[in-house]
């Protein structure tokens, strides 16, 4: 754990998080002022299966946690052919490595990836955080250029992608949450 750029296989950063999930019984792992109960993924990510294209699937999902919590804010935006997911944490200090922050945003990015079955390239990342030691790791979460000190976190992607119908069966999404979060820690055809 001490050693510069050692790496854990994805399995095992799953069985982690699953672990601190169950632990904590905190969807949001306390990086948050308030939990997350156990199942606000799963129910979002069913909730959402029925829309009919990804720009409706994000909307919908993002409209969830919305009104589930006031801790995290996050939005899909369309301007000039770029779409950004753009997330703020109320309390960014309760996550003072930034490790929730960017995983929040990985899950945004991965699940609609997986969701469209195509791995949809990001074109810029803007993070909050000033520019982290860990930076060159960032690229594997985000394989794009990163812009640091922003005022919140954001991914830009071309809004075609938005057009996507979801094409994950009942069932696939079933075996996707009995293993997760494992398929948001990959991106598809990686």
């Known amino acids: 754990l001490q050693r510069k750029g050692a790496r854990v296989y994805d399995r095992q950063m799953a069985r982690l998080i699953q672990r601190i999930w169950d632990l904590l019984d905190d969807e949001f792992m306390g990086f948050t002022e308030n939990p997350c109960k156990p199942g606000a993924f799963s129910y979002m990510a069913k909730s959402v299966r029925r829309s009919e294209t990804l720009r409706e699937a994000l909307q919908s999902g993002m409209l969830f946690y919305r009104l589930m919590t006031d801790d995290i804010d996050t939005r899909l935006t369309e301007s000039d052919g770029l779409a950004t997911i753009e997330i703020s944490f109320r309390r960014p200090d309760l996550d003072p490595d930034s490790f ?49 000190g922003c005022p919140s976190n954001k991914l830009q992607f071309d809004t075609q992608y938005l057009a996507l119908p979801l094409v994950r069966t009942e069932g696939e999404l079933n075996d996707f949450l009995r293993h997760s979060p494992f398929d948001l820690l990959t991106i598809p055809g990686y």
């Open 100 to 148: 929730y922050q960017e995983f929040w945003m990985v899950i945004w990015h991965r699940l609609a990836s997986w969701y469209s079955g195509v791995r949809i390239p990001l074109q810029r990342a803007m993070l909050a955080q000033a520019q982290p030691e860990h930076q060159l790791e960032l690229k594997y979460l985000f394989p794009c250029g990163h812009t640091f």
